[in-house]
């Protein structure tokens, strides 16, 4: 029998208040005493908590970003850290984007195929002509 589930609705407005000061969503599964895995599951089975752990994201991507702002302003601080915050908590407006285009030709010869066409077509080995 499974145990029940320790979810809240109150939850929906905590998450978007603690990840609006740039804290992670693992962060708030350690604020409430639950395992991050437990979050997903509850993003799973509650769409309202879902919706809410999207806005929360959204805020703690505008945090770190007033966090850069700040330090492109005024200096000082951690670059590193920034960086490193707005890759992860921001990736869609702000990862590193790297565009790779590769194109290959291969002509690779089979020398047994290359023979047995030959022979199939002139009856005899290549060396006795």
């Known amino acids: 029998m499974a145990r029940p589930s320790k979810f809240q ?5 905590l998450v978007i208040e603690h990840m ?18 437990t979050i997903n599951e509850w993003m799973e089975a509650h769409s309202d908590f879902a919706d ?8 703690c991507a505008a945090w770190w970003e007033q966090r850069g702002r700040e330090l492109a302003v005024e200096g000082g601080g951690n ?6 915050g707005l890759k992860n ?12 285009e590769q194109r290959t030709t291969v002509e690779a010869a089979d020398p047994l195929t290359a023979l047995l066409a030959h022979i199939a077509e002139h009856g005899k080995r290549i ?3």
Request: with cysteine; hydrophobic share 45%; charged share 25%.
């Open 9 to 13: 609705p109150a939850y929906c407005d």
């Open 20 to 37: 609006a000061e740039g804290a992670s969503l693992t962060s708030f599964a350690a604020e409430i005493g639950v395992a991050r895995s």
């Open 52 to 59: 809410s752990v999207r806005i929360a994201k959204a805020k």
């Open 79 to 84: 670059a590193a850290l920034v960086m490193f």
């Open 89 to 100: 908590m921001g990736a869609d407006d702000w990862r590193e984007k790297q565009e790779v």
């Open 127 to 129: 060396h006795d002509q």
